[in-house]
């Protein structure tokens, strides 16, 4: 018995059934359909946009702009399929897809808009005192008319019943809460990337985001800008970012290690303008952050990168979300090293949310003495790092004598090459000085905690979290410059692990020791060490190399420990610093502060935790409701 089979007959698709399809791929969701028209509007040189939907977007969905507007010819040229004005031609007459300059050019968004939904267009040419207007309905089209003027340059689009001719669609819809928050992300992104531009959104009748265009491109206009959409928490913890290479440049805003966040969807980039979601970014924002943060801590960034027209291919997505860069090398390590020196400029300055939380923590329940003040909003931020302990026993703290200090004439603080904190300059009597940030040393408590005072307020330290980043930072300092110093142990140290946990140490024996640590063989699963880093005074031997052990264990073998410093390193200054529990004398305390005032990056430890706490004395008075 013999099977007929049918051969496949070629055929063209229908004009409708190809929009429809286009609009598959334009038009995933209301908030689609909202990007496309206000990039529309950004592209006709708006300087205010007004947005408005009902029902997720599905109902209806209202852009508005003040424009250039359009003729009646461009207007029933914009609803046929790749009809666009904003694609260059260049000197050979032909298109020029290599240098688009806008956001829109595919000339596929309103016909795919149009065969799914009850279009209408009513808009008035920059110059002109009529409108006109035209309506498409399941891809058929109306044809333009006249309308009644607008009273302005601009464009008004009204989207209804959409997915109406696609029904299909709309089983794969979220809640009309979760459409909602999709087209206010995708406002805010846009508002971010154009300050020059006021955007004003209302959902269901109610005003959710409004900001109005800024005055100038300046510094301040860009961070007002982003506190506006990203909150002044942001506003008022964010470094500025500002780096050229090569004719590409890097600007923007990225926030203290301290001020992060238990997920990644508070990073956003722009190129040229135009927002994109690029894994570039993620894996940049990493290399940047990955020794001033634990691993599932990430900082807020909000980055443009601009570069020639012709080095960024923006035609690799049908929603222009995607972007190639010809040299993606170059831009990567400009994010890189960009975020970096902001990070290196910024010192020893920790968040303000960080003592704004410790005072919301510690007002107590029921007070209710004039308004809530505006830093209890910040708890919610830090709450991955758990809410503090309540006390079990009266807090200890030892108060040292002010008269057994001796203020030195030539200054000389800091760590000595063992590790230990040499005499600082201010004795303890004496009152803080300008110069001192974090104030003069007046207590230890529960011998882990340094108390200091400053010109206005008081600082609390976690003497351990502090101690860790100064010896970090002088392991890498070393490593750059001279190389780690070693000392001999009189007595080797000998370290029992499992035969692979040995044999992947004894493998990485000659970069160890680059780091100042000498180990060799000791028998089947054991390692003697004979040499550490002279800069790690009292070290955790055993405990370290258990830890390096576990570490190399989650490397890729392909790695070398060069490629991981930051990881070894901080493993080595974990163990190597001055541990909770050891008193401090007041001299040390004192030392321990003026390192962390020359110190980069030292308002954090190696895992993003602030290492100190800063309470200002007008916030202490009103926490007693002494205000």
Known sequence: MSLSVTKPVIRR????????IAAGEVVERP????????????????????????????????????????????????????????LPVGDDGADDLLNIGTMGFRGEAIPSI????????????????????????????????????????????????????????????????????????????????RPDVGFFLT??????????????????????????????DFGDNALEVDQEREGVRV??????????????????????????????????????????????????????????????????????????FRDAALVRGLIVGSLRHALAAAGHRASTTVSGFALGAARPEGFNSGPRPAYQSAASHLAGWGSPPAPTEPAQAEVFDPGLSVRMETPASGLDTQGAFTPSAPPAAAQPEPSWPLGVARAQLHETY???????????????????????????????????????????????????????????TDELAELGLVIEAFGSGAIAVR????????????????????????????????????????????????????RLTGDEMNALLREMEATPHSGQCNHGRPTYVELKLADIERLFGRR
């Not at 959902?203 to 990203?230: I, N, P, Q, W, Y």
């Not at 502090?466 to 110093?485: C, D, N, P, S």
């Open 251 to 324: 600007t923007g805003f990225a926030s203290l290690p301290t001020y992060s966040r238990g997920n990644s969807l508070h990073q956003y980039l722009f190129v040229n303008g135009r927002p994109v979601r690029d894994k570039l970014l993620g894996g940049a924002v990493r290399g940047a952050y990955q020794d001033f943060l634990a691993r599932d801590r990430y900082p807020v960034v909000a980055l443009n990168v601009e570069l020639p027209t012709d080095q960024v291919d923006v035609n690799v997505h049908p929603a222009k979300a995607e972007v190639r």
């Open 31 to 86: 908030a689609s359909v909202i990007k496309e028209l206000v990039e529309n509007a950004l592209d006709a040189g708006a300087r205010r946009i007004d947005i408005s939907a009902e029902g997720g977007g599905l109902s209806r969905l209202v852009i508005e702009d003040d424009g250039k507007g359009m003729s009646p010819e461009e207007l029933e040229l914009c609803i046929e399929r790749h009809a666009t004005s904003k």
């Open 203 to 232: 959902l269901d009748g109610r005003k959710r985001f409004s900001v109005a265009a800024e005055t100038d491109d300046s510094v301040e206009c860009r961070k007002a800008r982003m506190a506006a959409v990203l909150g002044t």
């Open 13 to 20: 698709l229908s004009p409708e059934t190809i929009n429809r």
């Open 450 to 508: 340094v108390v200091a005072q400053t010109g206005d307020g008081i600082v609390i330290v976690d003497q351990h979290a502090a101690h860790e980043r100064l010896v970090y930072e002088r392991m890498k300092k070393m490593i750059a410059e001279t190389g780690v110093q070693r000392q001999r142990l009189l007595v080797p140290e000998i370290v029992d692990l499992d035969e692979n946990e040995a044999r992947r140490l004894l493998e990485r």
């Open 114 to 193: 149009g065969s799914i939904a009850r279009l209408s267009i009513v808009t008035q040419a920059r110059g002109e005192g009529d409108a006109w207007t035209i309506t498409v309905e399941g891809g058929v089209s109306s044809g333009a008319a006249p309308a009644a003027p607008l009273g302005r340059s601009g464009t008004r689009v009204e989207v209804r019943d959409l997915f109406y001719a696609t029904p299909a669609r709309l089983k794969f819809l979220k809640s009309e809460r979760s459409e909602n928050q999709g087209i206010s992300d995708v406002i805010k992104r846009l508002a971010m990337s």
């Open 531 to 582: 040499e550490t880093p002279a800069l790690l005074k009292k070290l955790d031997v055993q405990g370290l190399i258990r830890d390096l052990a576990d570490d190399l264990a989650a490397y890729d073998q392909a790695l070398s420990l060069k490629e991981k410093l930051e990881d070894v390193v901080g493993t080595m200054a974990c163990h190597g610093s001055v541990r909770s529990g050891r």
